[in-house]
T-cell receptor
């Protein structure tokens, strides 16, 4: 069983479109995240949710809107896609997220290409 | 504020040779330190972590790292490289109240040659 699963794995779309990425974890964790990995493989946090509550919003444009319907799911909706949004987006989860010593469990990523 | 510097974006090692990946951190509070590995087209997998206690930590796949506060370092080593160790390695730092916000280094790509 996949611990953190995200769909789709690949997403190719045109500028201006709206797209969503879904994430689910079956680890019973209470905290979930979105991280962005750019073309140089640099990783940066975008959002974190603890028990469906937004905890971290790391100066991400308003076009990005996360939604957590329950603590096992965290989706990412992106409006009006731009070329610069092309990246790999990773979902992750952790237990006791408020304590920074809990390791993150990552999904396999969604490679978003905006043309 | 916290940050991580990984020295060397690419490291090439011979199969059977020592693997040494360097990581230095900056943190104004006691750090939690992590090493993650990323294989091609996959997510990140935890290799090991340091939070408190013993400064020499052992991880999966024969890797270990030592926390040296005086040197603000957390270098990763493996005595004998295997072909399967070829991957991207990331050092990361967080702290007690970080809510899972990891500051990652830029990564080091390891190539293993026969």
């Amino acid at each position: 069983d996949t611990a953190v699963s995200q769909t789709p794995k690949y997403l190719v779309t045109q500028m201006g479109n709206d797209k969503s990425i879904k994430c689910e974890q079956n680890l019973g964790h209470d905290t979930m995240y979105w991280y962005k990995q750019d073309s140089k493989k640099f990783l940066k946090i975008m959002f974190s949710y603890n028990n469906k509550e937004l905890i971290i919003n790391e100066t991400v444009p308003n076009r990005f809107s996360p939604k957590s319907p329950d603590k096992a799911h965290l989706n990412l909706h992106i409006n009006s896609l731009e070329l610069g949004d092309s990246a790999v987006y990773f979902c992750a989860s952790s237990a006791m997220g408020g304590q920074g010593n809990s390791p993150l469990h990552f999904g396999n990523g969604t490679r978003l290409t905006v043309t | 504020a916290q940050s991580v510097t990984q020295l060397g974006s690419h490291v090439s090692v011979s199969e059977g040779a020592l693997v040494l990946l360097r990581c230095n951190y900056s943190s104004s509070v006691p750090p939690y330190l992590f090493w993650y590995v990323q294989y091609p087209n996959q997510g990140l997998q935890l290799l090991l972590k340091y939070t408190t206690g013993a400064t020499l930590v052992k991880g999966i796949n024969g890797f270990e790292a030592e926390f040296k506060k005086s040197e603000t370092s957390f270098h990763l080593t493996k005595p004998s490289a295997h072909m399967s160790d070829a991957a991207e390695y990331f050092c990361a730092v967080s702290s007690f109240d970080s809510w899972g916000k990891l500051q990652f280094g830029a990564g080091t790509q390891v190539v293993v040659t026969p």
